[in-house]
Structures are given as structure tokens and as C-alpha cells.
Nanobody, 125 residues
């Protein structure tokens, strides 16, 4: 079964940090792009970061650039999202997703084929 599972969400104070993990099973990430999206109720899903499994190319949305770092451990078939300097507006459900290598250029949700169940991140004092 092809799937990805997120972990690492939780409650953190403003200015704090969290690291999300996205573990893939049933396939290798080497040939795909792995994206992180987030969604709050009533709003569209926002693509915030992406990394390609072959050469490690990365994408960051302006809203997270300079604060979030995406990385991949190909040996563990896992992608990480290090989130620093968190703000209340970062509160959302965070989803890991996998698509073809070209999806990093578009970040269109409909082009990503495999989605995790999501993990809640809450930034609040």
C-alpha cells in the first residue's frame, strides 16, 4: 500500500519550533516530489514547501521562507519540515503529499497523488 504518514504536530508557543516528519511506505521517495500543504477551516489548502527526492531541489512559499526548512533522508524514506519562529497564523492542519517531480514547479494540490491524514499544529500562548 502506497502511503505517507505525518507526525510531529502539537501545541507550541509563538516563537517556538516544531519538526514535522513524513514517512513514506510502499514506494521510494527518490523519484518524486514531496510537498507540505496546510489548511485552516474555510480557506484553501496552501502549498508551503516542497522537495524533490532525486536532487533535493526545494520550494518555499513567501509566508514561510526564512523560517521553515525542508529536508529529506532518502535512507529513511522520510521528509522533514523544521518550523522555526512559529507565529499564530501558522496554526493549521499540515499535510504531507507526494507527486511527480514536476509538481514542485506548480504546487497545484490536484497534481499531488498521495496525501497523508494530516497533523495539527497550533501556535498559541
Amino acid at each position: 500500500q502506497l502511503q505517507v504518514v505525518e507526525s510531529g504536530g502539537g501545541l507550541v508557543q509563538p516563537g517556538g519550533s516544531l519538526r514535522l516528519s513524513c514517512a513514506a511506505s510502499g514506494f521510494t521517495l527518490d523519484y518524486y516530489a514531496i510537498g507540505w500543504f496546510r489548511q485552516v477551516p474555510g480557506k484553501e489548502r496552501e502549498g508551503i514547501s516542497c522537495i524533490t527526492g532525486d536532487d533535493g531541489s526545494t520550494y518555499y512559499a513567501e509566508s514561510v521562507k526564512g523560517r521553515f526548512i525542508i529536508s529529506i533522508n532518502n535512507a529513511k524514506n522520510t521528509v522533514y519540515l523544521q518550523m522555526n519562529s512559529l507565529k499564530p497564523e501558522d496554526t493549521a492542519v499540515y499535510y504531507c503529499t507526494v507527486g511527480g517531480l514536476g509538481t514542485i514547479a506548480t504546487m497545484e494540490p490536484k497534481e499531488f497523488a498521495i496525501w497523508g491524514q494530516g497533523t495539527q499544529v497550533t501556535v498559541s500562548s
